[in-house]
């Protein structure tokens, strides 16, 4: 039976309404991207610039080493801490307002180490002022901690339409190269500050302002496109849960929005906790390479050639995750296959690196590094954005996005915590069997790592039967 008038108008205005909404969602993924983007390039920003001018503070303004290395715990610990309740904070609250509230914070904690060292509190108290810096910076380490997790978050709930989903990889790949912007700004706006003849204290104030301005910029952040009427995938699911359960148990049920995730049904995801444990061997990896590399090259070649190294090291990280992202994208979103893939390479380089790291010359390390880069940064760049829109994703939270926030946060603080306990043990390592040891350390963590991932690896490469899968699904609801 052909349809009547009516229902082919209502056909006709369902699909009007749908294109309407695609169009007012794609029409405002641009600006989420670049808000998003910039907030974690102003994080970063911030902390390289502080550690561009260590030097400064120690022979200016009266900081010992020690100080300045308590300072790096203390942040880290903070940071790993941080990450946790930044996400959680921000699928429980408006998620624009915390992104905001920790670019604000940072920029205050800058100003405040920018007071003390104007009004010399080192040369009034070294106890007052070895405290108040500590104290700022403890406080720094949670404000910057927010850029991640909840960025993470605001951008899974933009790119949520079907185009979005398929180009996951790239598009986050694309997003999470705000670090190492972050880092470059940095540098070049300390070497302009020192290069003009400013007091090196600019160098902190500059990013302090910005953090300002940024923090403004990002309180008329949407950060949900629901918020403004869109019916996104996500908003649809919910909506027919709801008028399911009002089937059920009556019109009085009212739609209150989708509740946070708590820690423990983030945790009970499938991979959530594989993947969180997994990315901690891969980040020590990368911090005992970002780390140590300089003072291993050190005692082989002059400063300068060994930072220019170096450097070639982080600047194959930016690329890293675009790859593994375009190419996890390319394999239909199995980004788990691509990344035991990349540290199975990474695997036979480490190896390499235990047999011939003191007799390499410049150019084959030159080489060797700029690829290890890639290897390290792609998996770490996409295990805490694509993968872990990924796993928000899953059927047991469908309809519910206030899960993305929580789930990046546990993946990153519990890499981070796992990370700053692993590094440790680089130093008596290295002092008590030599190099060797380090990269076969390197060795473990990265095999480790892997195998933390083997059942999500399997089931990418041999998926279960469809129905199977929806059946398992359901029972992990």
């Known amino acids: 039976m052909a349809p009547n008038a009516s229902e082919t108008t209502s056909l006709v205005d369902k699909n009007k309404d749908e294109e309407e909404n695609m169009r007012r969602l794609k029409g405002y993924q641009g600006w989420a991207f670049f808000v998003t983007f910039g907030g974690y390039f102003m994080a970063h920003f911030s902390r390289k610039c502080y550690s561009t001018v260590k030097q400064q503070l120690q022979t200016q303004a009266g900081y010992s080493p020690l100080i300045l290395s308590e300072m790096d715990t203390v942040f880290m610990g903070t940071y790993a801490a941080g990450n946790i309740i930044s996400g959680k904070l921000g699928d429980t609250f408006n998620p624009t307002t915390v992104l905001a509230i920790g670019l604000f914070g940072s920029g205050f904690c800058l100003f405040l180490i920018n007071v003390s060292l104007w009004y010399d509190f080192v040369g009034f108290s070294m106890t007052l002022g070895n405290f108040f810096i500590i104290a700022v910076y403890f406080l720094f380490g949670f404000f910057q901690s927010t850029g991640g997790p909840v960025g993470t978050a605001v951008m899974g709930n933009w790119f949520c339409d079907k185009k979005s989903i398929e180009n996951r990889g790239l598009i986050f790949g694309l997003w ?144 890293g995750g675009i790859i593994v992202g375009y190419v996890s994208d390319l394999f239909g979103g199995r980004r788990a296959s691509v990344i035991g893939t990349f540290m199975g390479l990474l695997f036979v380089f480490l190896f390499i690196f235990s047999k011939n790291s003191e007799s390499l010359t410049a150019i084959p390390l030159l080489v060797m590094l700029g690829i290890m880069g890639i290897l390290v940064g792609g998996p770490n760049n996409i295990i805490t954005s694509a993968v872990a829109a990924d796993l928000a994703s899953h059927p047991s939270v469908r309809g519910n996005n206030k899960s993305l926030g929580t789930v990046t946060g546990l993946i990153n603080g519990c890499g981070a915590i796992t990370a700053s306990i692993g590094l440790l043990a680089v130093g008596p390592l290295q002092a008590a069997f030599g190099w060797s040891s380090v990269w076969l350390f390197l060795m473990a963590c990265t095999f480790t790592g892997t195998a933390l991932m083997g059942t999500k690896i399997r089931d990418e490469l041999f998926p279960a039967p469809a129905g199977y899968a929806e059946v398992e699904a359901n029972l992990a609801v």
């Open 176 to 319: 999470t190269c705000h670090q190492y912007c972050g880092d470059v700004t940095a540098a070049i706006c300390t070497a302009m500050v020192l290069g003009a003849g400013l007091p090196y204290w600019w160098a902190l104030l500059i990013p302090a302002l910005t953090n300002f301005g940024w923090g403004f910029l990002t309180m008329r952040l949407i950060a949900d496109p629901a918020d403004i009427g869109i019916i996104t995938p996500e908003v649809r699911i919910r909506m027919e849960k709801l008028a399911a359960k009002r089937a059920e148990q009556g019109d009085h049920i009212q739609d209150e929005g989708p509740a946070p995730i708590t820690y423990v049904n983030a945790l009970k995801i499938p991979m959530v906790a594989q993947y969180a444990f997994a990315f901690g061997f891969f980040k020590l990896t990368n911090y005992v390479l970002f780390f140590w590399l300089p003072y291993f090259l050190g005692k082989h070649f002059d400063p300068v050639t060994a930072n220019l190294i170096a450097s070639l090291y982080s600047v194959g990280m930016m690329p």
